[in-house]
């Protein structure tokens, strides 16, 4: 009888004690995106900008990333060397990797983010994607936003994202 008693208590402080824990460490707010969109509606051969807000608004790392879709409901993927790319800066591999660009900056003051949609891209889909780190750490990281809008050859006046997603 000792012996349950015994495992039970030890169970008992073992679970207030995890209680107590996770009601010590605070949650930490996630940065959030807001206002992400393009400077322009993409046209194939030109350069248009991504642009976005966060909270918070300095102290901030933006990864990034663009790429073409054939239609739709096709995906960019971003397999973790892609992501070593990204974080790296390296823009030569992620061109191999299928990207039109990736990379890093430094957020303060939201720096456009500038894209090259080459020729022959005509209603195909431009997708472009950030997710943001809070340097001083009293954020957690935001989830990778992305947005896709359709590539014209200037004929389409097309404003707003045609669809967008949280990943």
Same mark, same amino acid.
């Given at each position: 009888?000792?012996?349950?008693?015994?495992?039970?208590?030890?169970?008992?402080?073992?679970?207030?004690?995890?209680?107590?824990?996770?009601?010590?460490?605070?949650?930490?707010?996630?940065?959030?995106?807001?206002?992400?969109h393009l400077s322009s509606p993409p046209k194939e051969n030109e350069i248009t900008n991504i642009n976005y807000k966060t909270t918070p608004d300095s102290?901030?790392?933006?990864?990034?990333?663009?790429?073409?879709?054939?239609?739709?409901?096709?995906?960019?993927?971003?397999?973790?060397?892609?992501?070593?790319? /990204?974080?790296?800066?390296?823009?030569?591999?992620?061109?191999?990797?299928?990207?039109?660009?990736?990379?890093? /900056?430094?957020?303060?003051?939201?720096?456009?983010?500038? /894209?090259?949609?080459?020729?022959?891209?005509?209603?195909?889909?431009?997708?472009?994607?950030?997710?943001?780190?809070?340097?001083?750490?009293?954020?957690?990281?935001?989830?990778?936003?992305c947005r896709s809008e359709l590539i014209t050859n200037g004929d389409i006046d097309n404003k707003n994202a045609l669809f967008s997603s949280v990943i």
């Amino acid at each position: 009888m000792k012996y349950k008693y015994w495992i039970g208590m030890t169970i008992t402080i073992l679970s207030s004690s995890w209680n107590m824990a996770n009601a010590i460490v605070p949650k930490l707010p996630r940065v959030s995106i807001d206002q992400l969109h393009l400077s322009s509606p993409p046209k194939e051969n030109e350069i248009t900008n991504i642009n976005y807000k966060t909270t918070p608004d300095s102290k901030i790392k933006v990864l990034y990333s663009a790429c073409i879709l054939n239609d739709d409901s096709s995906e960019c993927e971003i397999t973790d060397d892609t992501l070593k790319n /990204i974080i790296n800066n390296n823009k030569e591999e992620c061109e191999l990797d299928g990207l039109l660009t990736c990379g890093n /900056i430094s957020g303060d003051g939201f720096p456009e983010i500038p /894209i090259n949609v080459p020729k022959e891209t005509n209603n195909k889909y431009l997708r472009y994607c950030i997710k943001v780190t809070d340097l001083l750490t009293n954020y957690a990281s935001s989830e990778n936003e992305c947005r896709s809008e359709l590539i014209t050859n200037g004929d389409i006046d097309n404003k707003n994202a045609l669809f967008s997603s949280v990943i």
